[in-house]
C-alpha cells in the first residue's frame, strides 16, 4: 500500500535575504509545498536525519542547500546526504555564490541534481524550480524491501 505523502522542501541557507528571496520564487512558481528554513548544516542535519517528522522518518523531501554556511561546508552535508542511507535518492539543488568550475563539477559527482549560481537569474531559477515541481510530483517514497 503506497500513500502519496507531500514533498518537503529544506532549504539551508544562512543568508535570510537570500531565504526569503528563493522562497518567494518557489511560491510564484505555484509551489505550495511546505518549506523548512534551516540557517546551519546542524540544525538542518539534525532535522534530516533524527526529527519525527523529518525525511527520515517522515516521507520525501527536496533539499535547496548553500554550500557557505557557518558551521559546516555545504558540500559535506551533500555528501552525507547522497552517501549512504535512506536520503541517498532524496534530490538536492545546491543554491550558491560559487560559480568555480571545480567546486561544481565536485558538486555533481557528489550527486547533487542541479547546480544554481546565486545571485540567481530569476528566470532561470524560477524554470529550474517549475521542473522542480514537476519532479516534486514524480518522487516516489522508497518502498521498504521485505526481508
Known amino acids: 500500500m503506497t500513500k502519496e505523502q507531500p ?31 534551516f540557517v546551519d548544516g546542524t540544525s538542518a542535519l ?3 536525519y533524527n526529527d519525527q517528522n523529518g525525511p527520515t522518518h517522515g516521507g520525501p523531501a ?9 558551521d559546516m561546508s555545504g558540500t559535506d552535508i551533500l555528501a552525507r ?12 539543488v545546491v543554491l550558491t555564490t560559487t560559480d568555480d568550475k571545480v567546486e561544481i563539477q565536485r558538486c555533481y559527482d557528489l550527486g547533487c541534481n542541479v547546480y544554481i549560481t546565486k545571485p540567481v537569474n530569476y528566470e532561470s531559477f ?22
Open 62 to 70: 527536496l533539499v535547496l542547500l548553500d554550500l557557505n554556511l557557518p
Open 7 to 37: 514533498v518537503t522542501i529544506v532549504m539551508i541557507e544562512d543568508d535570510e535575504g537570500h531565504a526569503r528571496l528563493i522562497e518567494k520564487n518557489i511560491r510564484r512558481a505555484g509551489i505550495s509545498n511546505a518549506i523548512r528554513h
Open 126 to 147: 524560477a524554470e529550474a524550480i517549475r521542473q522542480l515541481g514537476l519532479f516534486l510530483s514524480v518522487i516516489q517514497v522508497p518502498e521498504v524491501e521485505a526481508e
Open 81 to 92: 546526504i547522497k552517501g549512504e542511507g535512506v536520503l541517498k535518492r532524496t534530490p538536492v
Open 46 to 48: 539534525d532535522y534530516l
